[in-house]
């Protein structure tokens, strides 16, 4: 603006505004998420995650918009597995290990496409993913992040996979340093 451009005013005691309605805003993003998600490679099990997460996000925003809250009291979902445990939404489903507790922090990807979980499969997914990172959750105990990232150096990306590894994008980031190697 220059110095003999005047400032938009409103006439006094005129209402704001309309800011558009919980719903549309919610309607709105929806739209652009299943926009960016409509054609997925079901061969790529990160886009398929990320598509997963962004219609989870979609579907949460729209029922916030309605006034509807998930029934978990702790605010997270559950991911049920054949042995009828409950597993938090960042372990993978070919995964077989049993979460280590609550969820605990938020690990996104490189895309901000993320999952919470348990400091376990937290871990996991932290391995897993090339430019991942990791949050701890508002409620979870100190250092949870930390002991999610530490771990996470030592662990082999798809760590339930079986068969030989030695390309440096099988190892983990621990492996891969101690052989002067990047992945």
Not at 64 to 88: F, M, N, S
Not at 100 to 126: F, Q, S, Y
């Amino acid at each position: 603006m220059t110095q003999n451009e005047q400032a938009p005013t409103t006439t006094v005691g005129a209402p704001p505004p309309a800011l558009p309605s919980d719903l549309a805003v919610a309607a709105r993003v929806a739209q652009m998420l299943l926009a960016e998600h409509k054609d997925v490679d079901h061969r790529d099990l990160f886009a398929l995650n990320r598509a997963h997460g962004a219609l989870t996000e979609t579907v949460r925003i729209l029922l916030r918009a309605l006034g509807v809250e998930p029934d978990d009291e702790k605010g997270y979902r559950v991911v049920g597995t054949p042995g009828g445990d409950q597993r938090c939404p960042a372990a993978h489903p070919e995964d077989p290990t049993p979460c280590d507790g609550p969820p605990v922090v938020t690990v996104l990807d490189a895309h901000n496409g993320g999952a919470k979980g348990c400091e376990h499969h937290g871990a996991r997914l932290l391995a897993s993913l090339t430019g991942g990172r990791v949050y701890a959750l508002p409620d979870a105990p100190d250092g949870a992040a930390t002991r999610v990232f530490k771990a996470a150096d030592s662990t082999r990306p798809f760590a339930w996979v079986d068969g030989p590894r030695t390309r440096p994008g099988q190892l983990s980031h621990a492996e891969n340093r101690a052989r002067g190697e990047r992945r």
